[in-house]
């Protein structure tokens, strides 16, 4: 008898655990983050590929995480290749990292937090395609 209360937290343990992953699968996964939906920042065209580009900010974490996906002309999303961000701060501080695939989309951790104008710099591969794209977004 004395198992039941330890077997019941293990259970509920396990179900805490579960759910968190689920929340971040779906993070992952390029679906919306409930607590913290993403803001649409940009959308472009190079050579018939389109870039979309969502920006989430988590103020627990001090952190924000840029977010591109990639759609090929015929309207299949890219999932194996690399992608690279270098952002450009307004204080003119620079950032550069490669992006984790996610399920049809690239994110990386990157650094939002002073008021102004950024410059985004993508850069993505795809077997011999080598893509770039270039704009602006403004923090205020």
């Not at 004395?2 to 579960?18: D, W």
């Not at 759910?19 to 919306?32: A, K, L």
């Not at 990292?97 to 950024?118: I, N, P, R, S």
Request: hydrophobic content about 40%.
């Amino acid at each position: 008898m004395k198992r039941h209360p330890v077997m019941l937290m293990a259970v509920v343990g396990f179900l805490i655990s579960m759910v968190s992953v689920f929340s971040v699968v779906n993070f992952v996964c390029g679906e919306e983050h409930p607590d913290r939906p993403g803001i649409h920042i940009h959308e472009s065209t190079v050579d018939g590929y389109r870039f979309d580009y969502v920006l989430y900010h988590f103020p627990d974490r001090k952190t924000w995480h840029l977010m591109v996906s990639i759609t090929a002309p015929e309207g299949a999303r890219l999932e194996q290749g690399k992608v690279g961000f270098l952002v450009s701060g307004p204080d003119g501080s620079k950032q550069k990292t490669m992006a984790m695939g996610m399920k049809g989309a690239y994110g990386a951790d990157m650094d939002f937090g002073e008021k102004g104008v950024y410059t985004v710099k993508t850069k993505a591969v795809f077997g011999d395609r080598k893509l770039f794209d270039r704009f602006k977004y403004e923090v205020r």
